[in-house]
């Protein structure tokens, strides 16, 4: 089993900046893949970003790509994703995700087995 806990979320104001954090347990070296998924009111689930354990397979949605960074730390256990130049519509829930497979896509909910509770990221304009 893998565990996974979000932290970092809060109110921000446009322009600002915020890293979340994800704390994994449990069978980490199982793990190839790490997702960042976000969820707005009335909304689906949509992809982040991605990076492995390993720290390759990055990928980025083409909406935060150039203003949010995926990395972990394995000695850490630690997955982040810091947002700068933050927007009032990247307000949403905040979910990391972890899946034991890999089949170079890994872009979709449906892909991640393990889950976060989320956390919350409000940006005020």
């Known amino acids: 089993q893998v565990q996974l806990t979000e932290s970092g979320g809060g109110l921000v104001q446009a322009g600002g900046s915020l890293r979340l954090s994800c704390v994994v347990s449990g069978l980490t070296s199982n793990i190839y893949i790490m997702g960042w998924f976000r969820q707005a009111p009335g909304e689906g689930r949509e992809f982040v970003a991605r990076?492995?354990?390993?720290?390759?397979?990055?990928a980025y949605a083409d909406f935060v790509k150039g203003r949010f960074t995926v990395s972990r730390d394995s000695a850490q256990s630690t997955v982040y994703l810091h947002m700068d130049s933050l927007k009032p519509e990247d307000t949403a829930v905040y979910f990391c995700?972890?899946?034991?497979?890999?089949?170079?896509?890994?872009?979709?909910?449906?892909?991640?087995?393990?889950w976060g509770q989320g956390t919350q990221v409000t940006v005020s304009s």
């Open positions: 995700a972890a899946d034991l497979s890999w089949n170079g896509v890994h872009r979709s909910p449906s892909e991640y087995e393990y």
């Open positions: 990076i492995s354990w390993s720290g390759g397979a990055l």
